[in-house]
DNA sequence: ATCGTTCTTGACTGATCGGTCATCTATCTG
DNA sequence: CAGATAGATGACCGATCAGTCAAGAACGAT
């Protein structure tokens, strides 16, 4: 019943997450991401309530794979989660603990140190 | 000759950096500054020119005490420069890479990934 | 065909953004 | 004292922010 979504909520949220961790939580505004994903403002507001809800399902989306090692861009996303949203976002923070939770702490540290240096262009590594 | 200032540019840096390097760049607006530092507008941006200029000094302020991993505080706020400044700002980054250059890369990675995931509260070491 | 429901579209809102500038005040020089 | 200079103050600017909502369009059920 009712009207058929035209957008696939799995590409969208992929759209979404290349942004976020390009330019950052704070430096994401609505219109990228309407840009970015082809949504139009209402659509996006019904499918995600809000710009913390669509980061949210983006966090979700990648913090399986960021402790693999191999996929920097689930990597990225965690550093922008952890540095803007966790101090303050409990939920975010939990979903940060959640991906790195079967790594040591050094290990951790390592992973997302290592990529932080590189995304700043300090590292070739 | 002329008017003397009524403020310290050291303790406004300081001050500043405190908000800096508690809600990150664009997480800190003109005003969160000027409440913080007791300015008003037109002296903060006689003085440093931009939110940027402002950023600039706070960084170069701590950059020095960042590698001693002592300095919580110069860490954190090179954090904030590393993720939100230093990919697409070669000035930042460069100073970034001094406050690191005395480090291995391994090392440096260690120092900043294990603070990150302090202030997160994600880690209590 | 009509009704209820869901999604689409984009105009609109009040708030806030970084930054400018005219005016005023304090201080120096002569 | 008058004039020049530098800082102080805060009103103001256009742009942009996240978020809302009324109207219309597509669907299933009856």
């Known amino acids: 019943m009712g009207r058929n979504r035209t957008f696939d909520e799995d590409d ?10 390009r330019q950052g939580y704070e430096g994401t505004s609505i219109d990228d991401l309407l840009a970015a994903t082809g949504l139009h403002r209402g659509s996006l507001y019904k499918a995600f309530a809000s710009k913390r809800g669509l980061f949210l399902a983006t966090l979700r989306r990648t913090s399986a794979d960021a402790a693999t090692g191999r996929d920097d861009a689930a990597v990225d996303l965690l550093l922008v989660a952890l540095l803007e949203l966790a101090p303050r976002d409990p939920e975010v923070r939990a979903l940060c603990g959640g991906a790195l939770a079967h790594l040591t702490h050094a290990e951790a540290a390592a992973l997302v140190g290592q990529r932080l240096l590189t995304r700043a262009h300090l590292s070739d590594q």
């Open 12 to 21: 969208v949220v992929a759209q979404s997450a290349a942004i976020f961790l």
